[in-house]
């Protein structure tokens, strides 16, 4: 293959790339095809050669967001999840949220005019739960929790529903340090402990015990 047909196919990444770094920087619908293109240092018309408007740019980077969410780690195979398996779970997918937190903090907007967005999203809180309710019913198959299906079916619903706003929370509470590295590491970790948190009181033996190591850790480490 050419340097010359190559050349198209980095320009594409480059353009994910910035549009990505844009979007979450600064929201979504204060970033226009100009702007990226003025950012890129090339023409909108070299823009519209690989997109054909904005809304293509954020499909692009959806799909991406979906296959990384897809391949994110689950329910172990070849042996009952572990405590430690939901707190890594969760990290990973607070890590991932925060890698495309634009599509969480401007969700009502893309939902309200995005058709890929609105349907794709929902079939990411389903899988979300439903990872969320295999961790949740291997626990309690290894006497580690004890929880009704039902119980079971709520709480893997709140989790889900804690970590998708968690982000959100934090952005209220503290707006102009959302894009701090240290404090949004921190806002990460608190999620994961909130989320977490949920878990406790279906908690029995030592997988209880476990858990308070693990948040006084926590405490710890955000001192």
């Given at each position: 293959?050419?340097?010359?047909?190559?050349?198209?196919?980095?320009?594409?990444?480059?353009?994910?790339?910035?549009?990505?770094?844009?979007?979450?920087?600064?929201?979504?619908?204060?970033?226009?095809?100009?702007?990226?293109?003025?950012?890129?240092?090339?023409?909108?018309?070299?823009l519209y050669y690989?997109?054909?408007?904005k809304d293509d740019i954020v499909n692009s980077i959806f799909v991406q967001f979906e296959s990384e969410m897809s391949h994110m780690l689950g329910v172990p195979d070849a042996r009952?999840?572990?405590?430690?398996?939901?707190?890594?779970y969760l990290h990973l997918m607070f890590e991932l949220v925060w890698r495309y937190r634009?599509?969480?903090?401007?969700?009502?907007?893309?939902?309200?005019?995005?058709?890929?967005?609105?349907?794709d999203f929902k079939l990411i809180l389903a899988h979300k739960i439903g990872v969320a309710r295999q961790l949740c019913d291997g626990l309690r198959s290894g006497q580690a929790l004890q929880a009704s299906d039902l119980e079971i079916d709520a709480l893997a619903t709140n989790m889900v529903v804690v970590a998708t706003y968690w982000l959100s929370y934090e952005y209220v509470l503290n707006p102009r340090k959302y894009t701090e590295k240290q404090a949004m590491a921190d806002a990460l970790a608190r999620g994961c402990y909130q989320v977490l948190s949920l878990i406790r009181p279906y908690l029995r033996g030592d997988t209880l015990l476990r858990f308070e190591q693990l948040a006084d850790n926590y405490q710890a480490k955000l001192g």
């Open positions: 293959m050419t340097t010359q047909q190559k050349a198209p196919r980095r320009t594409r990444e480059r353009i994910l790339e910035l549009s990505l770094r844009l979007f979450n920087e600064f929201g979504e619908p204060n970033i226009t095809t100009t702007v990226i293109a003025d950012e890129m240092g090339i023409s909108p018309g070299n690989h997109f054909r408007n009952q999840p572990n405590i430690e398996d939901v707190w890594r634009f599509f969480y903090r401007d969700m009502s907007d893309l939902l309200s005019r995005n058709r890929k967005v609105e349907l």
